[in-house]
């Protein structure tokens, strides 16, 4: 459950955060949502997928954290195991939300990160942004950037029928299978079948990197198999 409120320097003066206790908001998804700015750092790890919003049926970007729902296999002994932490949980337990038709910063006062006597005050003693707090405000901007370029690459590649149902049959070492649904990714016969205008306008939207970046990220599937894999070996 989340409790947003919008953010005041009066009501939240002497709340403080412990940043460690974010990665807690990852530990219990298989998928992320991701933005386009991030891709590269997230590619040295995670699968980046497609997936559909259960909510408005809109293609979304996905760092892949599992391969059964509710599964994170990088949280293990309480702990974030990944070299990078995607920025949906970096932000965390900022938001942002709308009033009176303009942006406003909330915090999530369920959060797990929020104390009244330990962690890093968010407002000084003055009543100005603390450093932590300025930097959730850059994260919260550059996620929202994200998700406007989020936008423009999926017209893109939906426009450019680049899309394909992404269907992976997974055998582990107890013979379980595991098989991933509802998963979308790049056709790559489509994209090499693009004509050479529109491979250079791909380019100069700075979107073809991205796309090439997405393609190589799947290769990180091995690596959930085998943190998978090594999690059921040691239940035998």
């Not at 700015?37 to 979304?60: H, R």
Request: proline share 3%; hydrophobic share 40%.
């Amino acid at each position: 459950m989340t409790n947003l409120v919008a953010i005041d320097n009066k009501n939240h003066k002497d709340i403080t955060v412990d940043g460690s206790k974010a990665e807690m908001h990852g530990a219990n998804v298989n998928l992320i949502p991701v933005v386009v700015p991030e891709f590269s750092n997230l590619a040295t790890q995670y699968p980046i997928v497609i997936t559909k919003n259960g909510d408005t049926g809109q293609f979304v970007f996905a760092a892949m954290l599992g391969l059964e729902t509710n599964e994170n296999l990088f949280w293990q002994d309480e702990q974030w195991q990944g070299l990078y932490l995607p920025l949906q949980i970096q932000r965390q337990p900022f938001f942002v939300g709308e009033m009176n038709n303009e942006q406003i910063m909330c915090i999530d006062l369920e959060s797990p990160t929020l104390s009244s006597n330990d962690g890093v005050a968010i407002f000084n003693s003055d009543g100005s942004d603390s450093e932590y707090l300025q930097d959730a405000k850059e994260k919260l901007a550059l996620l929202l950037q994200g998700e406007l370029q989020n936008i423009e690459l999926i017209d893109a590649i939906t426009s450019l029928d680049l899309l394909q149902p992404l269907s992976v049959e997974i055998t582990l070492v107890n013979e379980q299978s595991c098989r991933l649904n509802g998963l979308y990714t790049i056709d790559n016969a489509k994209l090499a079948a693009l004509g050479d205008a529109q491979v250079v306008n791909l380019h100069r939207q700075g979107q073809l990197d991205s796309i090439y970046t997405m393609i190589t990220s799947l290769g990180q599937i091995y690596g959930l198999i085998d943190k998978k894999n090594k999690q059921v070996s040691a239940q035998l």
